[in-house]
């Protein structure tokens, strides 16, 4: 059974502290994704990464880095938390070719005061 | 770069009846176009995708229609049933990395 788990799925932090959501995808996907969730917005992309140690830009990085140092593992900083940056942030993965279906976790719901 | 729109962002409807969500896009490179159902608590679930190469898939009591020279595409349940109550989102890709655009979303409610 496929599967992705987020490292938490509530977490609260201070303004100003540095903040690391972790991913894990157990499908030896080569694509994973970072997305923010925000009620009226969607789903908007922060980075996505296509290999270990690939990562690329997405709609709104700003505040955010990411680390992919192992294929199954995509982590999203947060360098120095803000209040806006309170939000639900969801981690997806794919498989290069075979299907465009996203796989995503359940979630982490950040709340930064 | 691409913009989804979708609307309602709201849809009420009574057990049994058809709903129907309806999206927009504006870049003429996309080329696939996905549906994506979030229950509470959960993360989004591909519930039905189609090609640009198609007009219409249908998958038990749900479908999707594609016209791609008014570049929009609709999601119609019908029967529905008070599981169908989630939030329905729609997106689009030109399948360069599997990059997506997502609509804001429509909360389903199906009253029993």
């Known amino acids: 059974d496929v599967k992705v788990t987020q490292s938490s799925r509530y977490l609260v932090k201070r303004t100003g502290e540095k903040v690391f959501l972790e991913c894990v995808q157990d499908?030896?996907?080569?694509?994973m994704f970072w997305y923010r969730q925000d009620p009226g917005l969607g789903l908007r992309l922060i980075y996505f990464?296509?290999?270990?140690?690939?990562?690329e830009k997405g709609d709104i990085p700003e505040g955010y880095s990411v680390s992919r140092e192992k294929k199954e593992r995509f982590s999203l900083i947060l360098e120095s938390a803000s209040t806006n940056q309170t939000s639900m942030y969801l981690c997806?993965?794919?498989?290069?070719?075979?299907?465009?279906?996203?796989?995503f976790g359940p979630g982490t719901r950040l709340t930064v005061t | 770069g691409e913009n989804v729109e979708q609307h309602p962002s709201t849809l009420s409807v009574q057990e049994g009846d058809s709903a129907v969500i309806k999206c927009t896009y504006s870049?003429?490179?996309?080329?696939?176009f996905p549906w994506y159902k979030q229950e509470l608590g959960k993360g989004p679930q591909l519930i039905i995708d189609?090609?640009?190469?198609?007009g219409e898939k249908k998958d038990q009591r749900i479908a999707v229609t594609l016209n791609k020279t008014a570049k929009h595409f609709s999601l119609h349940i019908t029967e529905t049933q008070p599981e169908d109550s989630a939030v329905y989102f729609c997106?689009?890709?030109?399948?360069?990395?599997?990059?997506?655009?997502f609509g804001s979303g429509t909360k389903l409610n199906v009253k029993p």
């Open positions: 189609i090609r640009s190469n198609v």
């Open positions: 870049d003429s490179a996309s080329n696939y």
């Open positions: 499908m030896d996907h080569e694509n």
């Open positions: 990464s296509y290999d270990v140690k690939m990562k």
């Open positions: 997806a993965s794919t498989v290069t070719g075979a299907s465009y279906e996203q796989y």
């Open positions: 997106a689009a890709s030109e399948g360069n990395f599997n990059k997506f655009y």
